[in-house]
Each structure stands twice: as structure tokens, then as C-alpha cells.
């Protein structure tokens, strides 16, 4: 396409931005027209990518950080014949794939992307993925605006892609100058962008980004560049090409007040259609698959559900080659060092950067991978955000706490995950496990890589007795009863991870004073074992959850939940974090806080009223 031919494309993404957001009486055109000029080059200069193959494995990646733009997106899709007039119309409307942010519903978007800050993150993870595993020669291009410069995952991933010399990964950054309420920190002065982004090891260019000819030979730089990734800093003005609006305040997150004079300002409505270039022909390695020969430990020994994690993950990798791990530089405790040393070319370290941790396998994800990402329970709440943005993107990726609760003992309460379960039951579509023993932590590994959403594995730092068979299955939305009587059983403790072992002792002091009691290990605390649940409180009409949580949004509301559909509900105690521990030993931490055996004994002598001197 020749220069003239260049802007006329990119007025046309300006009027379509425009109608767009007229037709929704909603949006973003003025964040779209300001990128336009940037958006036109790159689709129509540097952008390889087949829109009849979305899946073609050579194609390059667009991430739209700045997703409140979509109207530019979409008016790209439009321009290459993806998305025809009537579609780009229906712009925020109900059942619309235009969604007020891009999300994966589109088949040429990867990721979901609109809380600012987490598109270069994710790019990052795709880069990885072109340079170390796929070895193909797709780019990775990220748009985003200067607001979300200011947040600190956009520097995790600035200084994770230059350390790992992410040369496929170009950084667009549309500086316009004005954020939602007034000017941005920097507002023009590109220059205290590029200080920054040089000092963290990556190649800059500063452009007019309304030059396309400066643009066009920014793009051709950034792809001729090698070792260092690329960052474009084009000035911009919000709202390009409309007076009334053209770098005023006052106008972000509104349509234009008179779209048809904006429509003739800007050169009406050009039908300009165009063909992105091809991506090279080419393949990804073929990943083996095969079983998994997972790890086999004999009955009563003492094993961290930690240490089998990072031992069946392993084998997994041993028999699954797309399977990929990551961690935050706590590998040596999470274990996931197993994985480094057993498949070195698909372990990455992400250093104490828990948000480019759970972005980069979001990342790894959309390129066909199966992350596992690992790193302390409690830091993994640093990262909610891109959990919670996953589950928009329809990512699969596996969570890995470890060091969960106050059983972790003499470290104290700012190494303990005591949220995380109630963090991870509220993404949408996520599955919650949380082993006892080190044969179930194996199984349970090896079945999270077929399940879908985020998946998250709770571990313990402490060894523990092994109390199934190295053959027991134990699929999602299942348990396992560990003590029955039959209708004799007076109440049902409902435990999981380390207090099941706390339940056992319980339940055996118990029967020593005439109170039969079942026992159930909640290993899948979302989805629950709904009919075991039911089933124990029809024969004891008693529950007592045990868990090394906080009581609120745990085990404990995991089992009431059962029972919130109007039914006759059984009697129900919970047992729970409910102090601000300190440091002790595992032991002491579980008996202040009221969850070892003696707490079990106690409060189910409450619950069944009945109290048996020994």
C-alpha cells in the first residue's frame, strides 16, 4: 500500500472507531483515533498473520493492551474483511463479539485485555514461547497506552524481556497525553519514557506517531533489531483528526457529541479493503505424549505434598512435551526444581514477580502449552488481578501454592496463605485441590493438565503420612471417606490437606469415648463433592469443617454452600484460622488456632451434645 493509500486506511479507522461508539452510545474513539495512524502501519506494512487461520502457527501476535480502545481493533478487523459492517455495529450490544474490551470470543484475539498494565505482561509469556519452544519466527506486538505505564507489572515485564533478549517482542506505547481525568505523568515528553525503558536494557525509537512514513521505518527498525526487545514511543494526539475533541479534556470514555460532522471532518467513509501479509510457512516441534510414569510412595511414609508435586511434575514433563513450568525464584521450596533439572529448555525462572509469573503462562497458554506456575500461597495474592483477568481470557493455566497456612509453623503470618482458597473459588470457572498425601498430590498433578480454566493446587511445606495407594484416583468434584460406621456415626468432620490428619487422631480419640464420627477428605474444595456431603449429613445430621484457612470463603463455605438451595440443612461448625498467629511450630500454630485433634474432639462433643468423661 502506497502513502496515500496508508492514510486514507487510517482515516478510515478513525471514522470506524467513531461509528462504532456512536452506535453504542458508549466507548473509547478518542483513545482509538489517536492510535490509528500506528494501528494502519502495522496492519498494513509489518503485521503477517492469515485471518482465515487464526490457529496458523507462524502467525504474529497483536496484543492490545490498551483494551478500552477496541473500537480501533475492531475497525482493523474490519478493514481486513473479519468483521463486515453490521458486525462492527452491534459494538457493545448484547451478545455482540465486540465486546467493550477485546476478549478471546474473537478468534484473532488471544487474550482479554482492558485492566490496564497486563497486555505487555502476557506478550511477554508469547515472546518466551516464539524464542524457546515453538523456534518460529512470529513477532509479538503489543500496543498500549502511556496511562498504564504507571503500573508496576508493565515494569516485570520490561525488565523480563530484556533479560531474556525477547528481540520478537515490540512494544508499541501510544502517548497521547491525557489519561481518564487529565494529563498523564509524562504527558509529551517522550524522553522520560525512553530514560527508563533504556536503563532496563531495551532498544527505543521516538516517532511523530502521525508520520506514517516515521512509523513505517520505526516497525522496520524494531524487526531488524536483535537481542534487545523494542519499544516505540510515538507522540499522539486523543481524538486525531476531530477539532472539537483533538487533545482536549474532558472527552475520554465518550462517543463524539456530532458524529456525522466528525465523519465529514475526518473524509468520510472510505471502503478500503485490504489483505495482511502472509505468515512464513512453518511448524511448532511435535510435543510427545504418552502416560505419565508418576511417582509411587508406600503407605506411612512421610512425605511433603510439595516435594511429590515437583516429583510428578517431572514425569509429566517426561511424558507430555507441552507441558511447560515456572516459578518465582522459590523453586528450591515449591519444588518446581525438579522440573528445571529433569527439562531445562521448558522451565522458567520469573524471579519474585508474581504478576509477570501468572501473565507469562497465560501467555505460554495461548500459544498451546500447559503451564504450571508456582510459587508461596501467600504471594500469589500479589497477582489476583491476572488470575482474575485468566479467567476472562478463557486461560488454562495450573496454580501452585505452596507453604500454604499456619502449619508452614516458625516463619509467621507473612509467609502464610490463609486467603488463597477463598481467592481462587471466586475465578470464575476455576478448579480448587488441595491434597493430603503425597500419592493423591501425584494423581491430582497429573489431572490438572486436561482440565480447563485456572486450576490451582494447594501444598504443604511439612511432611505427611501417605495414606492412599499409589493406584487411588481421585478426580476433580470428588473426596474420599476415610472413616465410616454406618448410621451409627454421630457427625462428619470434613477436612483437607493437613487437617484430614488431624481429623483421623480426632476420629480415633473419638471412638474411644462411644462417638462414632465419619471422616471425609475434601481434596476437591471447587467443584465439591456435593452428594458425599449430602449424604453424610442424611445419616449425621452433623457437620464440622476443619481447615488451615480463614474461615471466609474456604473449606467451611465450600460445604455450606451444599446446603443453600432451601433444604433442611444439617447442623454446621466450622473450624478455622480465626487468630493473627505468630511464630511457633507447626504443631503450636495448629493449637492456637483451635484445628489440631484436640479442637476436632472438643467441638464435635459440642456439635452431637454429648459429652463422655474418658
Given at each position: 500500500m502506497d502513502a496515500e493509500g496508508l492514510a486514507a486506511l487510517a482515516r478510515q479507522l478513525r471514522v470506524d472507531a467513531v461509528r462504532a461508539a456512536d452506535a453504542a452510545g458508549s466507548g473509547h474513539p478518542t483513545s482509538s483515533m489517536s492510535a490509528a495512524d500506528l494501528g494502519a502501519v502495522l496492519l498494513a506494512r509489518h503485521l503477517r498473520f492469515d485471518f482465515d487461520r487464526p490457529d496458523h502457527p507462524g502467525n504474529d501476535r497483536l496484543v492490545l493492551s490498551k483494551g478500552h480502545a477496541s473500537p480501533l481493533l475492531y475497525a482493523m478487523y474490519r478493514a481486513v474483511g473479519a468483521v463486515d459492517d453490521d458486525e462492527l455495529l452491534t459494538y457493545r450490544q448484547l451478545g455482540s463479539r465486540l465486546e467493550g474490551h477485546p476478549t478471546p470470543r474473537l478468534p484473532w484475539v488471544d487474550v482479554a485485555t482492558g485492566s490496564l498494565g497486563q497486555g505487555l505482561p502476557v506478550g511477554v509469556g508469547m515472546a518466551l514461547a516464539g524464542k524457546r519452544l515453538d523456534q518460529l519466527p512470529y513477532r509479538v506486538y503489543v500496543l498500549c497506552g502511556d496511562s498504564e505505564m504507571a503500573e508496576g507489572s508493565v515494569w516485570e515485564a520490561v525488565e523480563h524481556a530484556a533479560y531474556n533478549h525477547l528481540d520478537n517482542l515490540?512494544?508499541?506505547?501510544?502517548?497521547?497525553?491525557?489519561?481518564?481525568?487529565?494529563?498523564?505523568?509524562?504527558?509529551?515528553?517522550?524522553?522520560?519514557?525512553?530514560?527508563?525503558?533504556?536503563?532496563?536494557?531495551?532498544?527505543?525509537?521516538?516517532?511523530?506517531?502521525?508520520?506514517?512514513?516515521?512509523?513505517?521505518?520505526?516497525?522496520?527498525?524494531?524487526?531488524?533489531?536483535?537481542?534487545?526487545?523494542?519499544?516505540?514511543?510515538?507522540?499522539?494526539?486523543?481524538?486525531?483528526?476531530?477539532?472539537?475533541?483533538?487533545?482536549?479534556?474532558?472527552?475520554?470514555?465518550?462517543?463524539?457529541?456530532?458524529?456525522?460532522?466528525?465523519?465529514?471532518?475526518?473524509?468520510?467513509?472510505?471502503?478500503?479493503?485490504?489483505?495482511?501479509?502472509?505468515?512464513?510457512?512453518?511448524?511448532?516441534?511435535?510435543?510427545?505424549?504418552?502416560?505419565?510414569?508418576?511417582?509411587?510412595?508406600?503407605?506411612?511414609?512421610?512425605?511433603?505434598?510439595?516435594?511429590?508435586?515437583?516429583?510428578?511434575?517431572?514425569?509429566?514433563?517426561?511424558?507430555?512435551?507441552?507441558?511447560?513450568?515456572?516459578?518465582?525464584?522459590?523453586?528450591?521450596?515449591?519444588?518446581?526444581?525438579?522440573?528445571?533439572?529433569?527439562?531445562?529448555?521448558?522451565?522458567?525462572?520469573?524471579?519474585?514477580?508474581?504478576?509477570?509469573?501468572?501473565?507469562?503462562?497465560?501467555?505460554?497458554?495461548?500459544?498451546?502449552?500447559?503451564?504450571?506456575?508456582?510459587?508461596?500461597?501467600?504471594?500469589?495474592?500479589?497477582?489476583?488481578?491476572?488470575?482474575?483477568?485468566?479467567?476472562?481470557?478463557?486461560?488454562?493455566?495450573?496454580?501452585?501454592?505452596?507453604?500454604?497456612?499456619?502449619?508452614?509453623?516458625?516463619?509467621g503470618p507473612s509467609q502464610m496463605g490463609v486467603e488463597d482458597l477463598a481467592m481462587f473459588r471466586s475465578v470464575h470457572g476455576s478448579t480448587v485441590l488441595y491434597p493430603c498425601d503425597a500419592n493423591q498430590t501425584a494423581k491430582l498433578v497429573a489431572g490438572m493438565a486436561d482440565l480447563e480454566g485456572v486450576r490451582y493446587l494447594r501444598t504443604s511445606r511439612g511432611e505427611m503420612p501417605v495414606i492412599y495407594g499409589p493406584d487411588e484416583e481421585f478426580p476433580a468434584g470428588g473426596s474420599k471417606v476415610l472413616r465410616e460406621h454406618g448410621d451409627d456415626d454421630r457427625a462428619t468432620v470434613v477436612a483437607a490437606g493437613v487437617t484430614v490428619h488431624e481429623a483421623l487422631k480426632a476420629a480415633d480419640l473419638l471412638a474411644e469415648y462411644g462417638i462414632p464420627v465419619r471422616v471425609v477428605d475434601l481434596y476437591s474444595v471447587k467443584p465439591v463433592d456435593a452428594d458425599t456431603l449430602n449424604q453424610a449429613a442424611g445419616v449425621t445430621g452433623c457437620l464440622l469443617t476443619v481447615e488451615d484457612h480463614h474461615p471466609e470463603g474456604g473449606i467451611g463455605d465450600a460445604v455450606a454452600e451444599v446446603f443453600s438451595d432451601g433444604r433442611p440443612a444439617p447442623r454446621l461448625t466450622r473450624l478455622a484460622v480465626r487468630n493473627m498467629p505468630g511464630s511457633a511450630t507447626p504443631e503450636e500454630q495448629l493449637h492456637e488456632a483451635g484445628i489440631d485433634a484436640e479442637a476436632i474432639v472438643a467441638a464435635v462433643k459440642l456439635l452431637v451434645e454429648r459429652v463422655v468423661a474418658p
Open positions: 515490540t512494544l508499541v506505547v501510544d502517548v497521547n497525553r491525557l489519561g481518564q481525568r487529565g494529563p498523564t505523568r509524562h504527558e509529551h515528553d517522550l524522553g522520560a519514557y525512553q530514560r527508563r525503558l533504556h536503563a532496563f536494557g531495551w532498544h527505543t525509537i521516538e516517532v511523530d506517531g502521525h508520520d506514517l512514513d516515521a512509523v513505517d521505518r520505526a516497525f522496520a527498525e524494531a524487526r531488524s533489531t536483535v537481542r534487545e526487545p523494542t519499544a516505540i514511543l510515538a507522540a499522539t494526539r486523543k481524538g486525531r483528526g476531530v477539532a472539537a475533541v483533538e487533545d482536549k479534556e474532558g472527552f475520554h470514555g465518550k462517543p463524539l457529541k456530532d458524529t456525522a460532522e466528525a465523519i465529514e471532518e475526518l473524509g468520510g467513509r472510505p471502503g478500503i479493503r485490504i489483505s495482511a501479509q502472509r505468515p512464513p510457512d512453518g511448524d511448532r516441534p511435535k510435543a510427545e505424549r504418552a502416560t505419565p510414569e508418576l511417582p509411587r510412595y508406600d503407605l506411612g511414609d512421610e512425605v511433603a505434598t510439595r516435594n511429590a508435586y515437583g516429583e510428578a511434575l517431572a514425569a509429566l514433563g517426561s511424558a507430555r512435551g507441552e507441558v511447560v513450568a515456572l516459578d518465582a525464584e522459590v523453586s528450591d521450596s515449591t519444588r518446581a526444581e525438579f522440573f528445571a533439572k529433569a527439562h531445562p529448555e521448558r522451565y522458567f525462572e520469573c524471579y519474585i514477580a508474581e504478576q509477570q509469573l501468572v501473565a507469562a503462562a497465560v501467555g505460554l497458554q495461548t500459544r498451546g502449552y500447559v503451564p504450571y506456575a508456582s510459587t508461596f500461597a501467600a504471594f500469589l495474592t500479589r497477582a489476583h488481578d491476572f488470575l482474575r483477568m485468566a479467567a476472562v481470557s478463557r486461560a488454562g493455566i495450573n496454580m501452585v501454592g505452596s507453604h500454604a497456612g499456619i502449619a508452614i509453623g516458625q516463619d
